[in-house]
């Protein structure tokens, strides 16, 4: 009887583990991995540089059948569009594929001065048997790529969709593998600062992700509000410690709903 008893007691112990396992897989997959985790969204910012605003750059991020697409699309502004006609478009593809976000695509066209930055990227994905390895070819900056990796990879736009879903106060790095140039880097964000700010006429608490160019002597600083899905407010580009560019949210609408927009710029931010 008391062998018995024993028995079933580790029986329900074990039965009980399983349930929790299952309960902290379920919820993680859900928060960082499962359909929907981000909500579509359309967000405007104000590009500057002293300063002035240069051009204005347009985001949408919309549902597929199969995962994510994410648009960005930036044009001159004002005085700025009267003596050039730079643009750059971006497109990437993500799909959800068990419980990875897998980039598929990436194409970026740039127009103007700047000549043969063009990319058109496709990466095939086998993840049998639980396994991970992508096939990465295309054209990049007119040459050809034939690259391979065994983990998730991200580009200079799409890196934005996971980082949104992750970001925390309670994690401090976010290692990123990127493709970047046409080649395979890693690409790391260390949460350093929070601060509070007021957008769109309310007061939000807002965090500080760097990204530090191992090579060059360039940052990316990226604060994000928590409280409207992770939304990037600032992008801040650095060279040589000095402010190169600075991206500012102006107008941002989740799931076609009432946007949020910012009239009066936050110089202190």
Not at 52 to 57: C, D, G, R, S, V
Not at 152 to 158: A, N, P, R
Not at 212 to 217: A, F, L, N
Not at 250 to 255: A, R
């Amino acid at each position: 009887m008391t062998t018995n008893l024993k028995t079933v007691s580790s029986q329900a112990n074990i039965h009980t583990l399983k349930l929790i396992v299952l309960l902290v897989t379920t919820l993680f997959s859900y928060n960082l991995f499962a359909g929907h985790a981000l909500p579509e969204f359309n967000a405007s910012y104000a590009i500057q540089k002293y300063g002035i605003k240069l051009a204005e750059a347009h985001y949408h991020l919309s549902y597929t059948d199969k995962g994510y697409k994410f648009t960005q699309n930036t044009e001159l502004f004002g005085l700025a569009s009267m003596f050039a006609s730079d643009s750059v478009s971006a497109i990437s593809y993500v799909d959800e594929i068990g419980d990875n976000l897998l980039l598929s695509k990436h194409i970026y066209i740039q127009t103007g001065r700047e000549k043969n930055r063009d990319e058109d990227i496709n990466i095939l994905w086998d993840t049998y048997k639980n396994t991970l390895k992508g096939k990465i070819t295309g054209v990049v900056r007119s040459k050809e790529i034939d690259l391979r990796t065994n983990a998730e990879i991200w580009d200079v736009l799409s890196f934005q969709i996971p980082l949104m879903i992750e970001a925390n106060e309670n994690i401090k790095e976010y290692p990123y593998r990127a493709i970047l140039k046409g080649e395979i880097d890693n690409y790391t964000f260390i949460l350093t600062s929070n601060k509070k700010i007021t957008f769109a006429g309310k007061e939000y608490k807002i965090i500080q992700l760097v990204r530090t160019d191992p090579v060059k002597d360039r940052q990316l600083h990226i604060w994000l509000i928590p409280a409207l899905n992770n939304i990037p407010i600032i992008i801040e580009n650095y060279r040589e410690g000095k402010l190169h560019s600075r991206g500012q949210l102006e107008s941002v609408s989740f799931n076609n709903k009432t946007p949020y927009t910012d009239t009066d710029s936050d110089d202190d931010i």
